[in-house]
């Protein structure tokens, strides 16, 4: 039987627990049917008509399958323990040893493996249009690549169309139209005025948005300054959104950029040269201060370097709300291959803020496992060879971006559980848990627990694998991290109850993707008005003053 995009709907939090408290289907069904608006709808695009058919909307009923997991170990990030997991309509319906099953159920053993939460990755670009090009990877084959690599949900950045944020979140919707796996979107603002303000309210309330991303670099085009940057803080702060921020003071860079050109350096390494590391401590520093000042959350994207690490660190020292966000490109890679004699070579490497030398990885490394930073993504951006090219005679003209939404839970697998930095748990926690909590998903999300949704990954520590552009999912005809073999290989992947990656192929539906909408005020908030009204109580003022009698 195909189901429709209303009943699709079904498969929400609540409806999916309320299928636990009703075990004759056909009466859920009619429970379904009668209170449709009961499941809050979580698939907006499929209620937005025009285009989007049975075809390409919600999961269907046929595939979504009865599934046990046998025998593994199965790792939340508070907890680890031999378990059978059981998978029915989409949602974990059991987490226990020794469930016996009928004949319809398909057993998947995964003795002496790990059974994991399917990652989540924070930070992504599919099918960006950017630096007059757009990005090769677009919802289909971006998620085709994550499925492949055990990510199973995304949070891609809605970028506004001509500074309207409507406008961009229609076109977003369009681009992923296609989606085979769930996802959510934050919002970039790259202007700022009172159409701006009244949007982020609707994109909050109406669209199912509770983050936004402000530009401090990319001066002439998404770059704001201090004064709009705090504007942005206040709003973000009074609808309960989390601001975030790409932090490189933009003005320095580009007078960076054109100290290199002065200087005869038009190659891919005058990119990492015209905005050293300096430049993102101090704009992560101003950006800290400016949320301290405002009292609002922070997360900070693609935290880079030490001076930006560091600075996150004295913050958080200090009790500060403040979100590190490293990405695997800067925990693996150095700036080494920016000095290649091969352009292509080079410029595949380029993005913002730039790879560092080395020492700068391991540093970020060394800060996950201490807290400072708090999970990883991949800003996922993907431009080809001949896209790259376009900055043949001018650095400023490589379209900025590296790969990794396929390679992220392999490569933190590998330098962080298999070097022996963290325990499984905190894997669980750093890939998928707290991007959960952060962006209020947990416990839909993030976890192996009776009531989530079934994203599930089986993880075989005992497999290698290695990553090559030959073998990936992505379209690009390059990978950052070619030829590099690291142990821990994601078996099988579990996206919405189905098993979308076995056996090394991909088992994919186009329009299986849900959008996932997200709720404001996640914990970082909590508290933050008490803490208003003791900074206001502690001023003594207005002092009460009586006028001179002269
Ligand atoms: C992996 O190796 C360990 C140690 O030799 C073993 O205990 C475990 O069962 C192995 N797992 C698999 C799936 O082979
Ligand atoms: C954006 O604005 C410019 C100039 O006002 C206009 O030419 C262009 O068509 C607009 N683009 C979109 C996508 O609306
Ligand atoms: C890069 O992508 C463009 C657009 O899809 C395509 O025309 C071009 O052939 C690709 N280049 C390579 C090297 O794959
Ligand atoms: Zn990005």
Redesign the pocket.
């Known amino acids: 039987m195909m189901i429709g995009c209303r009943v699709s709907d079904s498969s929400s939090m609540a409806s999916a627990f309320t299928a636990k408290l009703i075990s004759v289907s056909l009466l859920l069904l009619v429970f379904l049917f009668t209170f449709p608006s009961v499941s809050e709808s979580n698939n907006l695009f499929c209620d937005a008509g025009s285009g989007y058919g049975e075809q390409s909307c919600g999961i269907h009923s046929t595939s979504s399958s009865k599934i046990l997991i046998k025998g593994g170990t199965v790792v939340n990030a508070h907890h680890l323990e031999i378990a059978d997991v059981y998978v029915e309509d989409g949602s974990i319906a059991a987490v226990k040893p020794n469930i016996k099953v009928g004949d319809d159920v398909k057993v998947l053993d995964a003795t002496g493996k790990y059974v994991m939460p399917g990652g989540i990755d924070p930070h992504t670009h599919l099918a960006m249009e950017f630096m007059g090009t757009e990005t090769?990877d677009d919802f289909f084959s971006g998620q085709a690549a994550a499925l492949a690599g055990g990510t199973t949900m995304h949070i891609d950045f809605v970028i506004p169309v001509n500074g309207s944020l409507t406008a961009g979140f229609e076109a977003y919707k369009k681009k992923a139209k296609m989606s085979c796996m769930d996802y959510g979107f934050h919002m970039a603002i790259t202007k700022w005025d009172e159409v701006v303000s009244k949007e982020m309210e609707v994109m909050v309330k109406e669209k199912g948005i509770n983050s936004f991303k402000f530009f401090m670099a990319y001066k002439g085009s998404f770059m704001i300054n201090d004064e709009l940057l705090l504007e942005g803080f206040k709003r973000c702060k009074s609808l309960g959104a989390l601001a975030m921020v790409h932090a490189e003071n933009g003005d320095a860079v580009f007078e960076g950029q054109k100290r290199m050109i002065e200087l005869g350096i038009t190659g891919p390494e005058g990119h990492a040269l015209s905005r050293p590391p300096l430049l993102e401590g101090e704009a992560t520093a101003r950006a800290i201060r400016l949320a301290k000042f405002v009292n609002t959350p922070l997360y900070v994207v693609h935290v880079m370097s030490i001076d930006a690490m560091e600075e996150i660190a004295k913050a958080r020292k200090s009790g500060q709300r403040v979100i590190g966000e490293p990405v695997v490109s800067g925990l693996v890679l150095d700036d080494s291959w920016l000095w290649s004699s091969d352009f292509l070579t080079a410029a595949k490497y380029v993005m913002s803020p730039p790879i560092r030398s080395s020492g700068h990885d391991k540093a970020l490394q060394g800060a996950l496992v201490t807290g400072i930073l708090q999970l990883v993504g991949t800003d996922h951006c993907t431009f080809?060879?001949?896209?790259k090219a376009f900055g043949i005679d001018d650095f400023r003209k490589i379209p900025n971006g590296v790969n990794g939404i396929e390679e992220r839970m392999h490569l933190v697998w590998d330098i962080m559980v298999e070097s022996g930095k963290i325990s499984v748990m905190d894997y669980v926690r750093i890939t998928s848990s707290e991007c959960a909590r952060i962006f209020n998903l947990y416990p839909r999300k993030g976890a192996i627990l009776v009531g989530s949704d079934a994203d599930i990954i089986i993880l075989n520590p005992n497999s290698s694998l290695e990553i090559t552009a030959k073998s990936h999912h992505s379209r690009s005809?390059t990978n950052v991290y070619e030829g590099r073999r690291g142990k821990g290989k994601v078996e099988v992947t579990i996206a919405g109850g189905r098993v979308v990656w076995a056996n090394d192929e991909l088992n994919i539906v186009p329009g299986s993707g849900k959008y996932i909408e997200m709720t404001p005020f996640n914990y970082l908030f909590d508290g933050i008005e008490k803490a208003d009204e003791n900074y206001l109580s502690s001023f003594q003022a207005p002092v009460k003053r009586f006028k001179s009698s002269t």
């Open positions: 090769i080809n060879s001949t896209q005809d």
